[in-house]
T-cell receptor
Framework: SQTIHQWPATLVQPVGSPLSLECTVEGTSNPNLYWYRQAAGRGLQLLFYSVGIGQISSEVPQNLSASRPQDRQFILSSKKLLLSDSGFYLC????????????FGEGSRLTVL | AQSVAQPEDQVNVAEGNPLTVKCTYSVSGNPYLFWYVQYPNRGLQFLLKYITGDNLVKGSYGFEAEFNKSQTSFHLKKPSALVSDSALYFCAVRGPTDSWGKLQFGAGTQVVVTP
């Protein structure tokens, strides 16, 4: 069966420091991968998605970037964190076909101080 | 563009009573509809989906949802709520021409089940 892993689970970083959140999927090949941010415990905002190695689409302009160096690895990065980057980051995957339901990781909680 | 509305910020129900969480959608064409549940500090868990066919969809943990095309609704239901059902519930929709996995999520409904 397929599983998705995210790490670290929690992270406290000072303003201006770099960020790297990692996500890997097991048990499938060529998944579509997604990074969402959840602010204030509610609304989900799609940040990036990828349909293949090296292919990244950005949904909103921001201080973050994403990369997909391997088929089942998705990385969220920042060179200099802002206070507004704090939130709960969720990685998700779906197989490339209908209906397109997403399967989420356990999330990474980032606090920027 | 597609959209989802969850009109209730919170739903309170006593254990053993029926639970309903409301969702309405707007999409061009036939929708793909989903329900997810989130426990505190956890990722979203997939509950069920509607693709086509039977309007009553059964999912995990005894949940079901009823698709109503004329009312553009996809309400989540459980006949007898448990305290452990207390969580945040999200409805999501994807339009027929949208990319796989690009779901539009509602704002979420907090369900509180009291003993």
């Amino acid at each position: 069966s397929q599983t998705i892993h995210q790490w670290p689970a929690t992270l406290v970083q000072p303003v201006g420091s770099p960020l790297s959140l990692e996500c890997t999927v097991e048990g499938t090949s060529n998944p579509n991968l997604y990074w969402y941010r959840q602010a204030a415990g509610r609304g989900l905002q799609l940040l990036f998605y990828s349909v293949g190695i090296g292919q990244i689409s950005s949904e909103v302009p921001q201080n973050l970037s994403a990369s997909r160096p391997q088929d089942r690895q998705f990385i969220l990065s920042s060179k200099k964190l802002l206070l507004s980057d704090s939130g709960f980051y969720l990685c998700a995957w779906t197989a490339g076909g209908p209906p397109g339901e997403l399967f989420f990781g356990e999330g990474s909680r980032l606090t920027v101080l | 563009a597609q959209s989802v509305a969850q009109p209730e910020d919170q739903v309170n129900v006593a254990e053993g009573n029926p639970l309903t969480v409301k969702c309405t959608y707007s999409v061009s064409g036939n929708p793909y509809l989903f329900w997810y549940v989130q426990y505190p500090n956890r990722g979203l868990q997939f509950l069920l989906k509607y693709i086509t066919g039977d309007n009553l969809v059964k999912g995990s943990y005894g949940f079901e949802a009823e698709f109503n095309k004329s009312q553009t609704s996809f309400h989540l239901k459980k006949p007898s709520a448990l305290v452990s059902d207390s969580a945040l519930y999200f409805c999501a929709v994807r339009g027929p021409t949208d990319s796989w996995g690009k779901l539009q999520f509602g704002a979420g409904t907090q369900v509180v089940v009291t003993p």
